[in-house]
């Protein structure tokens, strides 16, 4: 017990010990200045920009020196999975290993951020941030048909070099500062992208309106605000100095917004649109009709057949009428119906057994996926956010967050603890004349707020969120939560110092990110070294490169790459992808449908429709986020069903043979330049002398064991050389080098 006590003791002191101290809570709430570059010693020998002066001084003062630089490959590898989610080709990295200009990696980094992949991968890391998906969640899940135009617009953002201050303005008010704009217009989805709940049966619309605007306001406060305003909708924040009515003044900010899908289309070609459709939904009743019509004879044959197994009492009382059954009666009924209750699927599964309606029921099914996918596109529709004409209903603060228990009524106005004295806490509100009518101007006053060169969070969220995807580690560890609850800064000052120059920089993403990579910061080896890991177990001061591993997405996509089979194919709607039976039938409205053309199953990995109730199975063992919170930081975790996925799915399996069969096309039986080129390949350097002994004796010995397995004292075929490599090239996509980005 005395143990017990004392450990305790031990656990609340070093709880206390690692609080923020008062002048480090309230750092993040004051607007950021440009701190002094610190002067340090031998800076010229190791500093390639004033970022690295600010690491360098951190480390000095704990008794710490930086790593020496990776080399040339692997950096290369390194920036082209932090900057496009790919690898770099071998011809790639020959030609950088061999340059030996003094600006050759500023040329590189120059180089992959114009490449149209960099938009793809660095759009997935927003979109964690948002709950991007293409359906609404809970329970209903119903696709949205619109939604992917607003992933596309993100990726374009990237790629365009968008600068982040119209980057915020688009998705919060972009119909009112840019009329007309089609894109500015898509990019208010933002404010539809949260999780949608459609509750059967009696609708509560105070509720449901309520649901909508916390919702949106909870995206505005984690995206970028980096904090968990929505702990204010019932009461003050417990740690942070944000009051309830804080929370309802921003939300009415949002009082008049309304989600909305407008169509771009002329009457003419909408009108063509509704008549194909209904021609469309026609056929698609028949057929349904026909279907259900067949489970329902079905059901009742198997039903009858299940309750003549039962005693004779629980039969009668099933065929009582439900008014007539006494208590037992009821029981009974409760009991027999684990029984009899039925699923879709072991009906199904009993009419295609059934010779008499097999034949009719799989062309039923079939005609049903093709009607599916010959739906009419509608025309161009966008999902939008957007403030019809008219009066703009109150807000009024909920007592304890409750729709319905109002109390004092609340205008637009911005939270106090970041109403500094540059800033009041009143917005300053002019409505915004459309064509269609006044839209309110709320959100533009918001947005305009967000992105003044003096507020405190919204730049320094978005430069930690830059810095945490480059260096492995935010400069607060905490990219959702600046608060008294998050992490302490590790480089504050370092911090402020990025978000200026992204301010001087007009908001410049792309400079921002060279900023980080051409800092010998990121340049450095990433290999553990004793007397610096005893010191700082974390690397909170950057002494060396974290090791990362890699996306979900990027690892399905580098798959693809390898094999060669990734359809670069960008944008439109997202791909369904195949689904084990076992998942495709957690749907719980409709059928799952994959997309009719295989070649479209291997786009990327962004590219892909985002159910929220049902993510592919990699995406799911490798920690892709749930798209029901927003993710500023996805967890790793490590487990058992992650080597089996890499061992045993039909993706890993198949990208292996694939990746075989392309390599003795290209080269031919020659298992040294096969062990070479997929090193190259998959690591971007070539074997050692060790690898390449093992490597040669793996494939030997697998090409035995494949003939024998075949037949007995059987002669090797091309056939066992080919599965042979490919369990080899599966071996490499096994390697921990291979899913740690060094």
Known sequence: MHNLIALCHMLLLAALLTLPSSAAAEWPFTPPGLPAIPAVEDADGWCQNPLDQF????????????????????????????????????????????????????????????????????????????????????????????????????????????????????????????????????????????????????????????????????????????????????????????????YFRLQSFFAATQPTDISLASEAAQAEYEQQLAAWQKDQDGVQQRVDELRETYRERIQQDRLETLPIDVQAAVKKDADQRTATDIRLVAEANSILTLTTELIDREILKAAKDRAEFQQLMVK?????????????????AIDPPGEVPATHVLDRGVPGDQLDRVEPGFPAMLAVSARSANAAIQPVPLDEGNSSGRRTALANWLVRKDHPLTARVFVNRIWHHHLGRGIVNTPNDFGAMGAAASHPQLLDWLTVELIHSGWDIKHLHQLVLLSSTYQQQSRRRD?????????????????????????????????????????????????????????????????????????????????????????????????MASCGIRSHSTHAGQALALLNSSLSQRQSLRWAARLQTQLGHRPASWIGQIYQQALARPPTREEMRLGKRYLAEQQALI????????????????????????????????LFVR
């Not at 909708?233 to 740690?239: G, I």
């Not at 990734?566 to 369904?576: C, S, T, Y």
């Open 55 to 246: 690491v360098l001084a951190r480390l000095k003062n704990n008794q710490l020196v930086p790593s020496p630089a990776a080399d040339r490959a692997t950096l290369i590898r390194r920036l082209s999975i932090d900057l496009t989610g790919l690898l770099p080709s071998p011809v790639e990295v020959d030609r950088f290993v061999s340059d030996k200009s003094p600006d050759a990696w500023a040329r590189l980094v120059e180089r992959i951020l114009a490449s149209p992949r960099y938009g793809e991968h660095w759009a997935q890391h927003w979109l964690d941030v948002v709950r991007y998906a293409d359906s609404d969640g809970f329970e209903y899940d119903d696709p949205r048909p619109h939604a992917w135009r607003y992933r596309d617009w993100v990726i374009n953002a990237f790629n365009t070099g968008k600068p982040f201050d119209r980057f915020v303005r688009e998705q919060i008010a972009g119909d009112e500062f840019y009329p007309g704009d089609m894109q500015a217009l898509v990019a208010t989805g933002m404010q539809r992208l949260g999780p949608l709940r459609l509750n059967a049966g009696m609708q509560d619309a105070e509720k449901n309106r309520q649901e909508v605007l916390t919702e949106m306001i909870d995206n505005i406060g984690a995206a970028f605000l980096g904090m968990t305003i929505g702990c204010a909708r019932c009461h003050d924040h417990k740690f942070d100095n944000f009051l309830q009515a804080d």
């Open 368 to 384: 049903l996926t093709e009607l599916f996918h010959a739906r009419p596109r509608a025309p161009l529709t966008v999902m939008a």
């Open 531 to 627: 007397q610096a890991f005893e010191a700082d177990p974390e690397n909170r001061y950057l002494w060396r490169a974290n090791r990362q591993r890699m996306d979900a997405e990027v690892l399905r996509d580098t798959m693809l790459q390898l094999s060669g089979d990734l359809n670069g194919q960008a944008g439109g709607p997202g791909v369904r992808l195949p689904l084990h039976p076992e998942l495709a039938r957690l749907q719980y409205k409709g059928s799952w449908h994959p997309h009719p053309d295989p070649l479209q199953h291997l786009r990327r990995s962004i590219y892909v429709f985002v159910k929220r109730n049902n993510r592919p199975a990699l995406m799911e063992s490798f920690d892709s986020p749930s798209t």
């Open 707 to 738: 003939a024998a397995d075949r037949q007995a004292g059987a002669t090797l075929t091309d056939d066992d050389r080919l599965l042979a490599l490919a369990d080899y090239c599966q071996v490499i996509m096994n390697l921990d080098e291979f």
